[in-house]
Nanobody
Framework: QVQLVESGGGLVQAGGSLRLSCAASGGSILRRAMGWFRQAPGEEREFVAG????????DYADSVKGRFTISRDSAKNTVYLQMNSLKPEDTAVYYC????????????????WGKGTLVTVSS
């Protein structure tokens, strides 16, 4: 069972930056797909960014392409989401997620979830 703990959320002005962290325990992030999702008030949770099981290929929602970057540090067993040029519409609770199976990537079928960290972008 992989436990995920997000951190780094907060209040930032539009145009600013934040870096979210997702510390994993109970299992390695290597050979496992990892992703970031978000849920705004009154909205459904949506995919934001994902790193495939090999860590080589990243995917992004169209709304964040060119502004957000997902990365990982295997030594720290941590995944990051660097968020630049933030907009008020990026306001949401951001969740980290992990795949249970190795050598497999399916962002619609993530198995482990953190409790989320709130990002608020003021205009």
């Amino acid at each position: 069972q992989v436990q995920l703990v997000e951190s780094g959320g907060g209040l930032v002005q539009a145009g600013g930056s934040l870096r979210l962290s997702c510390a994993a325990s109970g299992g390695s992030i290597l050979r496992r797909a990892m992703g970031w999702f978000r849920q705004a008030p009154g909205e459904e949770r949506e995919f934001v960014a994902g790193l495939n099981w090999s860590g080589v290929s990243a995917d992004y929602a169209d709304s964040v392409k060119g502004r957000f970057t997902i990365s990982r540090d295997s030594a720290k067993n941590t995944v990051y989401l660097q968020m630049n040029s933030l907009k008020p519409e990026d306001t949401a609770v951001y969740y980290c997620a992990a795949q249970s199976s190795f050598f497999y990537t399916n962002y619609k079928g993530m198995d482990y979830w953190g409790k989320g960290t709130l990002v608020t972008v003021s205009s």
